[in-house]
């Protein structure tokens, strides 16, 4: 067990629909990462946290966005989905967030866009 | 069990056998190299991690080789057992210090 949970495992919905997926990080540590894993994308980064606030952003479409809050648990929010969003999401956890340390991977939440 | 690719590199070996999984990296800033195990309807799991001060570094029956002349990483896997069967990435980081992921090695082991 990694120490990091993900909320939900399992998400279906329509394309156009929003959603949010949930993230807690391990305890102690304060860089939340989300990756996209898709079959032909492999593991992508998307957008990283440090203790509340936006460090380092990749490929990530303006249909989404994220935060970090108070407590260092973060959401990702999907919008306006289309089915190219089908994908598995990862949360990972870091203490140093300086990329320097091993990243600490929920389980993911598979998003299945119809 | 999950595919995470449609065109991994896959390596088989029979249950007991030495494994080798092999990777290599684009960024020559790049300072830390972790190597990851990813099972089916898992997220990747940490399994060993080297810094470029260093050439190898052993664990529980992992060893890991950096050669950064020709910028390739290594993964040895001793006494290859069933449940090492997973899909394994390596990951580099360096001057942006965000973790890139390579494609990963599906690695089959046969009892």
Redesign the interface.
Known sequence: D?G?TQTPKHLITATGQRVTLRCSPRSGDLSV?W?Q?S??Q??Q?LI?YYNGEER?K?NILERFSAQQFPDLHSELNLSSLELGDSA?Y?C?SSAS????S???????TRLTVT | G?????HLPTLSVQEGDNSIINCAYSNSAS??F?W?KQES??????II?I?SNMDKRQGQRVTVLLNKTVKHLSLQIAATQPGDSAVY?C?E??G?????????TSLIVHP
Do not use: C, M, W
């Open positions: 990694s990091v990462y990756y894993q079959l032909d492999g593991l980064f990283q380092a990749g598995l990862f990972a967030g300086q990329g320097n091993p990243l600490h991977f929920g389980n993911g | 999950e595919s995470v690719g449609l300072d830390y972790i990851y309807g898992k997220g990747p799991q940490f991690d810094r990435f990951a980081s360096g942006s210090y965000i973790p890139t992921f390579g494609r990963g």
